[in-house]
């Protein structure tokens, strides 16, 4: 009932353009957060960390402000290398990790060799998931 609810208003905000931001009379407000670092499942930090600028966000727009909330994704590279060097090792630890913990399919483990596609696989999650949670993002910013 209440995922009912929840994709009713998504859709409606998402078929008003409600959070993209382009320029206009009003003040402006720009509003980032530290960006994910896409190389494991999202937890329950991560629902705290953008929940809060989300709030802060929302508030902000019924106060009158022209907000520009956009989203990205920090990669620096050796993270994900070494994620992959393991799971390309077949290092029984990391692939239980991955597989029970970040729920990656079994199927889906030896792609996990590619640390782009680590971060193509865990960014596509991420956003599918702010995107599940409701928050106020521009993504056309992505």
Do not use: C
Request: glycine share 6%.
């Amino acid at each position: 009932m209440s995922e009912n609810i929840e994709k009713k208003w998504q859709k409606k905000w998402a078929d008003a353009k409600l959070f993209e931001s382009n320029p206009d009379e009003r003040e402006k407000l720009f509003l980032t957060v530290a960006f994910p670092y896409p190389s494991g499942a999202m937890h329950i930090g991560h629902g705290r960390t953008y929940t809060v600028p989300d709030v802060y966000a929302r508030f902000k727009r019924m106060e009158g402000y022209n907000v520009l909330f956009p989203m990205a994704w920090h990669v620096t590279g050796a993270p994900v290398i070494g994620i992959a060097d393991r799971i390309k090792r077949k290092d029984p630890w990391t692939l239980d990790l991955y597989e029970r913990v970040h729920g990656v399919p079994k199927e889906t483990l030896p792609k996990l060799e590619d640390p782009e596609y680590i971060v193509k696989y865990f960014s596509t999650e991420y956003h599918e998931v702010m995107e599940e949670m409701g928050y106020s993002i521009d993504w056309r910013r992505e």
